[in-house]
């Protein structure tokens, strides 16, 4: 495969030696981050964006009880709508803070341990190439350190996914336990606990143990233990639904590998089984600010488990965002000037989404993307730095 198909299959809903890193709220390298009512530098880095070929973006900071939403570009490029706050999209990996905040609900309650392997609850699912579900925790699945093959890095369906192929396949069905199938015919990135990298396998796991030790499924138990809890109308998990909700921008793409790279395709209907409990989950601006300001600040876990939430490994060395540690469903990312923010950020076709702030969760950012192509990851990280860095840091 490809290194660009790896890089991109790496970061979709976008190995090192683990070193553990604990992180607490009063962490001195976290800082507040930048405080002021000026936006412009945050602005421009949208408008640039659109200016390298973008087809929209938009971003909303809350800091404390102020708030700021800019946007540029469009949201459909046939009718030149613009973005909008309300709009729904397509949010990628973040749903995986989802799920791990489910499965550390599940640990509070005595149903299951961080240290259970996956053999307890999954006996004989991974199995085959190396892969040794005796010997991986879902501690090491939430925090990728499992060494378990992401079924989205698999070539064939990598090619499915990432070419023109899509155009025929994007209304397909699948069923996790096939998704793992897939992950099992490649051998693990390496032995468990012994380095890091981003796959998408663990997660699926994860959803297929919430459902085995809860009888629903995962989808359900984000809907009871997170989304009506919290009051997020306008989060949702797709299943096999092929639309959007209303209103939404559309979702753009240009395949990174196959003969056409250059043009770019509409791609908002699709059936999002593929992605799962690794990337499909449906939000807004407002409710990724209130479910990530949630995590952030404590409300969801007890003290206990939001030290095991936001205890990190290093991501140095492996193809994914620098300057990274990754916890269980959570990343801290240290920016150029020193600060530190937390949260989840997701790729999938079309939309690239982050959800990012300072470990108190009083300043925050969400922004999203609704083009695939380029360097998205620069753009988000530059918005980050824009908003949190003090102008004198830069």
Known sequence: MTKILRTTT??????????TVSASPAAAGDHAGHRTDDHARLQQVLDRAVADGMPGAMAEVRDGRRSWFGTAGVADTDTDLK????????????????????????????????DDTVDKWLPGVVKGNGHDGSKITIRQLLNQTSGIFSYTSDADLATEQWSTAFLKARFNSYRPEQLVKTAMRNPPSFAPG???AYSNTNFTLAGMIIEKVTGRSYAEEINRRIIRPLGLRKTYLPGEDTKLRKPHARHYVKFPVGEDTTTPYDLTDMNPSWAGAAGSIVSTMNDLHTFYRAVLNGRLLPPALQKEMFTTVSTKGAQWIDNTAYGLGIFSQKLSCGVTVWGNGGRIHGSWTYAMGTRDGRHMVVTNINGDWGNPISILTEEMEAEMCPPRSR
């Open 10 to 19: 790496a970061c979709l809903l976008a190995a090192a030696v683990a070193v």
């Open 83 to 114: 973005r909008r706050r309300q709009e729904y999209f397509r949010a990628g990996s973040t749903t995986k803070t989802f799920v791990a905040v489910v499965v550390l609900k599940l640990v509070a309650e005595g149903r299951l341990s961080l």
């Open 194 to 196: 012994k380095g890091w």
